[in-house]
């Protein structure tokens, strides 16, 4: 019965969400590839972990450049003009914003365990963010990162050809939500020529832009089209010097709100799956 029902949905359907499903069924049927070592997965994980390190550990930066500045010291006053807590943006940013059916973080809570009890758990959480965000201090959960290594192409054996993808607290991801709305509104605008991490913002709006600037070119150049280089920066996401981001909001943003994002995003330990086991 579930079948019939299951392909007459398929049969009677928009077609977008048809395709969208095959789509889905095809892709849950490839068998995607495991990071593996001749030597057995202890070696493995020591291989992928050293692959790793040397990602995260800032060796393509530059040896001489400017340092972060120190994280400001606290206790911060609390208030309504410049603290991003209070009990309504945490319970919006819960029951509406955050992400349902997502892999939790080292203290395995899901959004799912807090929004029965919403009501009764908002109040505490909204104290606890209030506190992180006067001392400019965060729980060492939040700043631990089980990192889960995804394939993406090329020889399965080379610890290069997987993508890092990090499982962090879900209590860090709600903490972060009610501070991106106060650090949009205060932080430096974004050039608008980036395309990347923007909100309703993708791949073909720079496409299109880059058309039209080609055809534009054409039309000006009597019928000549332009010459057009291509630069693609390995690991790019991975190396940027967040002392550089630190100076750049440095005068923009409140102490506290500097603070808390030295102490999300400068101390962070990633741990590897090993044997069932979660290490550093």
Known sequence: ?????????????????????VRRIRHNRVI???FSHPEGPRVAATVMARHFQQVFSGANLPDTRYPAPPIPDGPHP???ASCPFSTSTVHYAL??????????????IRTEML???????????????????????????WRTAQVVPIYKKGNALDPGNYRPISLTSIMRKLFELCLQAKLESTAPPLDPVQGSFRHHKSALDQALC???????????????????????????????????VWRALETH?????LGILQCLFDQFYPQREFGGLWIN
């Open 1 to 21: 019965m579930l079948a019939k029902q299951f392909c007459y949905k398929l049969s009677s359907g928009p077609l977008t969400d048809t395709n969208s499903i």
């Open 32 to 34: 995607q590839p495991q």
């Open 78 to 80: 609390i208030d309504e």
């Open 210 to 244: 880059l058309h039209e600037l080609c055809r534009q070119h054409t039309i000006d150049h009597s019928g000549q089209p332009p010459v057009l280089a291509f630069l693609g920066i390995k690991s790019a996401y991975d190396t940027v010097d967040r002392a550089i």
């Open 115 to 141: 929004l029965p009890i919403v009501d009764e758990v908002v109040p505490v959480i909204t104290l606890f963010f209030q506190l992180c965000w006067k001392l400019s201090v965060i729980p060492s959960d």
């Open 253 to 257: 943003v409140s102490e506290p709100m």
């Open 95 to 108: 029951l509406k914003r955050h992400s349902r059916r997502k892999a939790p973080g080292v203290d395995h």
